[in-house]
């Protein structure tokens, strides 16, 4: 039960969270800190010493054992929930039917059936809640600098995304595999950002290279009928997380952005149009890594975006449903790459 009931609602968005593991403490309480019209009010953890203590950090008024009871009991207008896929859905499939929204880390549901429940649930969620998917890296501001400034130089041809990291090295989150779990963990992310980009694709390959009895790497193809592909990348053979991404129009101009902290442009000297870019020059931004960093990495904005939905009843951007093509295309590449020897 909570230990001290936030006050009733006002103006500011209340929020509660499920999970106040690592990365919510490193990535989305802070963001929600730094959050205008958004106030954390209880935190729910599967032991009363964890919550008390996130709820202490963060300045809330209220902790559980039992997160239910964050929606039961109208404590919260909205629910963060970063926990395993399982715990996702669950909470998920309980606040919509209780017409509480929720922003939900990436990924949403175990598999894709599970998924496809949700999106039925959240068709019909009560009191127009919402659940919005917290894919982090296309709401950074680097990232969205990136694409104002290729909107200027034609239609997007081709996409290459490279992330990698250190984990996982043996199966998590009720994964049978270590390549499940690298494709629930990594290739959430990266088939996400080719499909916002270009849509579902007409066909997928995918290759996995051995490296040792614990880390691999896989390869994936997205193809397109007008000749666009996404070339994917993820591994756990990193001993951090790497993440770079490369975009290039059909007016040859191509930018690059590494670590959400710096943006190359660039363009061939023969390539048609005229501006800035002409000739062999590249131009060139760095965001230092210590300024604005959930901003610039997306926690902030993409919390911000779930803000507004909420509170203006404005269109979700990362919606359930937008999800269905991302799992289906990790099912095919799971199938491709269990196949190989």
């Known amino acids: ?12 968005l209340r929020f509660g969270l499920v999970g106040p593991g690592e990365h919510a403490q490193e990535n989305l309480l802070p963001a929600l800190a730094g959050l205008e019209g958004a106030r954390l009010t209880a ?17 809330a008024e209220g902790c559980t054992d039992d997160w239910r009871t964050l929606v039961t009991n109208g404590e919260v207008d909205a629910l963060v929930v970063a ?5 996702h859905a669950e909470v998920v499939d309980h606040a919509l039917a209780h017409g509480v929204s929720v922003f939900v880390e990436k990924p949403p549901a175990p598999d894709t059936a599970t998924l496809e429940g949700l999106v039925a649930r959240e068709r019909n969620a009560a009191d127009g809640a919402i659940a919005f998917v ?6 950074g501001d680097s990232y969205r600098t990136l694409r104002t400034a290729l909107g200027r130089h ?13 984990k996982p090295t043996s199966p998590v989150w009720g994964c049978a595999t270590v390549v499940e779990s690298l494709l629930q963990g990594l290739g959430t992310h990266v088939v996400d950002m080719a499909l916002r980009e270009m849509g579902p694709p007409e066909g997928v390959s995918a290759y996995r290279t051995v490296i040792d ?11 397109y ?16 997380l790497e993440y770079r991404c490369e975009l290039v129009t059909d007016e040859a101009v191509v930018g690059v952005l590494d670590q959400h902290n710096s943006l190359t442009l660039g363009r061939p000297s023969d390539a048609p149009g005229a501006g800035l870019l002409d000739g062999k020059e590249t131009l060139r931004y760095d965001w230092p890594s210590r300024r604005g960093g959930y901003g610039r990495t997306g926690y902030a904005t993409a919390l911000a975006s779930f803000r507004d939905s909420v509170v203006h009843r404005r269109p979700n951007s990362s919606p359930l449903s937008a999800c269905l093509d991302v799992y289906r295309v990790l099912d095919e590449v799971r ?7």
């Open 134 to 139: 917290g894919f982090n890296f296309p709401y």
């Open 335 to 341: 199938r491709q790459v269990e196949e190989q020897p």
């Open 43 to 59: 935190v729910a953890a599967r032991t009363m010493d964890a919550a008390a203590a996130a709820a202490r950090r963060w300045n």
């Open 225 to 240: 009928a007008d000749g666009r592909t996404a070339a994917l990348l993820i591994g756990n053979f990193s001993n951090r």
């Open 213 to 223: 009895e614990r880390r691999c790497a896989i390869r994936i193809l997205l193809t």
């Open 83 to 87: 926990a395993s896929p399982a715990l």
């Open 154 to 166: 034609g239609q997007l041809r081709g996409i290459e995304v490279r992330m990698v990291s250190s």
């Open 1 to 12: 039960m909570l230990l001290q009931p936030p006050a009733s609602a006002t103006a500011t």
